[in-house]
């Protein structure tokens, strides 16, 4: 048996092992099953996407949470397609 040695982020490590054992795996057991499904599939077994989520991103977020702050406030504005368009494009 092989012996692989990783280096990973002290947090990240803490909450796939606490994951991992909820489910009933070591770390070790969860690493070799995904090596396993790579050979198996021949590629990376889930889909990777760019870390920028198209709705709540840095530039958007905050127009969100106001959005939300005013809506609990009972604040509603109403805008017609023409003006939310012209919103995104500003």
């Known amino acids: 048996m092989a012996q692989v040695s990783i280096r990973i982020d002290e947090q990240l490590k803490t909450q796939a092992e606490a994951f991992f054992k909820n ?3 070591s770390m070790s057991t969860a690493m070799s099953l995904f090596l396993r499904q790579c050979v198996n599939q021949r590629r990376i077994p889930f889909e990777i996407v760019d870390a920028i989520d198209p709705v709540y991103n840095p530039v958007d977020l905050p127009r969100i949470k106001q959005s939300i702050e005013q809506g609990k406030r009972g604040e509603v ?3 017609t397609p023409d003006e939310l368009e ?3 494009n500003a």
Do not use: D
């Open 86 to 88: 012209a919103m995104t």
């Open 77 to 79: 504005i109403v805008k």
């Open 23 to 25: 489910v009933g795996l």
